[in-house]
């Protein structure tokens, strides 16, 4: 049989232990035969076959996402962007809503995304009474960066029955100045009380043919979405169906519904889905749970107050709380994955898997801490001993470390995504940006791991740098681990999948200060091209 590509004349970055660097690589329907050297990587060659000459480019796995969320970047890009590199101010963004106002029929919601208070010239949070200056008549929602805070007008208010006697809800907070009014600021599960009507179907399918010509851009060939619900498992299906997904899938499904954090986690049960449920397009992790916010929005639960602050965070449930539902999960066959970012969740989510853990040894499992931003020693040891992954966020180091700076001051920075410390102690650490938090490019996330330096120039530290072997290794081999298919994906070797891209530079050899620049000059899922600069 002959081969459909074969790939020479370049650096084969294979992160296989077993052969690290090679000359060739062969390629037929789709999966990779053959590594090695050239000479007998040319007898696959027939009439039909296309060689690919690198001309001395770097040929690697494509990269794994290890959480991101697909659809709500698909929605974003149908949004206002408010993100500092589009609207450094408050004026800025502001006037980008009046203009949307122009277009908007009134009481139709206006909804934008992306504003950081730690990069606007304000330097502040928008309020609703900025919003109501331009929008009186329109509700209008801008999300932060993070996704865990968000902003709302006058108007949104009125139409969602949001008053000064609406309950704090569990979870969340409704923000309150110190006269005792509202300011229009809703944190964690508080987002939920407005009355937000779903975006068509037809939105999020257009929305999500975009963000796949980003994800190729990026050189991105498998994304696991953490949040995923019934829509988006209705797209994607649709989309392979239509011969049109172009990325792989590997949804954890997003336990919270209209009945609780039991409904989805029931509703899948009495399907007698389990882990691993699909195919090589579209795989089911497992179950998705939530215990904190985040740092930029000072929600994240610390031991320690925030700079400047009383705060500690919010802490979405106690450890028996949460337990029973990820120990019935755990029992189903289903793994977890639950969002910790301060000490006070990452202790919640050790001590619930350690409570399942008595009933089934989930040492093998691949159960994953989201996030883990702040771990200390014991937190390390014990997930160690349970065999937790840490999907660590190194994505936020470059993109919002600033913002952690600020709000956790320079100590307790040092020790944020821990990335050094996690491989020394033998944890699986999977990088990530949870797009559309930060930027999805994975080099912006590789070039913090390994410079540990922010978008403004702040260095944190020393101590947990990694090389740029071990940065690509988390965004490719470490990533397949998460979802136990490292001879499948994230890897250069007989019988894995084609997924690869051409780098234009050789990662390993450049300066440090080049990583975030890389550019992925072609993208390849299945053996075949879905993008070329």
Known sequence: MKADTIFVNGHIMTMDMDLLDASAVVVREGVIQY??????????????????????????????????????????LLEIDCRATSAPSIEDVLKKIKEQTQSTPENEWIRGWGWDDSKLKEKRKITRWDLDKVSPNHPVILKRTCGHVAVANSKAFEMSGITKDTS?????????????????ILEELAQDLLSLPEYDYNDLKKGFELAQKDFA???????????????????????????????????????????????????????????????????????KYMLDGSVGGRTAAVDQPYEDDNHKGILYFSTDEIAP???????????????AIGERAIEV???????????????????????????TEDHLKRMKELGLIAASSIGFIY?????YIKNLGTERMKRVYPHRTFIDYGIVAP??????????????????????????????????NISAYEAVKAYTVDAAYSSCEENIIGVIKASAKADLIIVSENPLEVDTEKLKDLEVEETFMNGKSIYKK
């Open 399 to 403: 993109h919002i470390g600033d913002s």
């Open 168 to 184: 704090q809800p569990k979870g969340g907070n409704i923000e309150y100045d110190q006269s005792g009014e509202m300011t229009g």
């Open 325 to 339: 539902y990820m120990k019935q999960a755990i029992l189903g066959d289903l793994r977890v994955a639950i969002h």
């Open 217 to 287: 851009k990026w050189g991105i060939t498998t994304v696991h979405d953490m949040s995923a619900v019934q829509e988006n498992m209705q797209l994607y299906q649709d989309l392979l169906s239509d011969d049109n997904l172009t990325v792989r899938v590997r949804p954890w499904i997003w336990a919270l519904n209209q009945n609780g954090w039991k409904g989805h986690l029931n509703q899948t049960l009495s399907l007698g889905i389990k882990s691993g449920f699909g195919n090589d397009m579209i795989r089911i992790q497992g179950m």
């Open 35 to 76: 590594v090695g050297d050239t000479e007998p990587a040319l007898n696959w060659k027939g009439k039909n076959t296309e060689v690919v000459d690198l001309e001395g480019k770097t040929l690697m796995p494509g990269f794994i996402e290890s959480h991101v969320h697909p659809v709500d970047y698909a929605i974003k």
């Open 349 to 375: 989510s050790i001590q619930a898997f350690e409570e399942a853990h008595k009933e089934a040894n989930i040492s093998n499992m691949r159960n994953r801490i989201e996030h883990c931003a702040l771990p």
């Open 431 to 464: 990088g990530n940006s949870d797009l559309p938090v930060t930027g999805g490019n994975p080099w912006t996330g590789i070039y913090g791991a390994v410079n540990r330096k922010t978008i403004s120039g702040q260095v944190s530290d020393s101590v947990q």
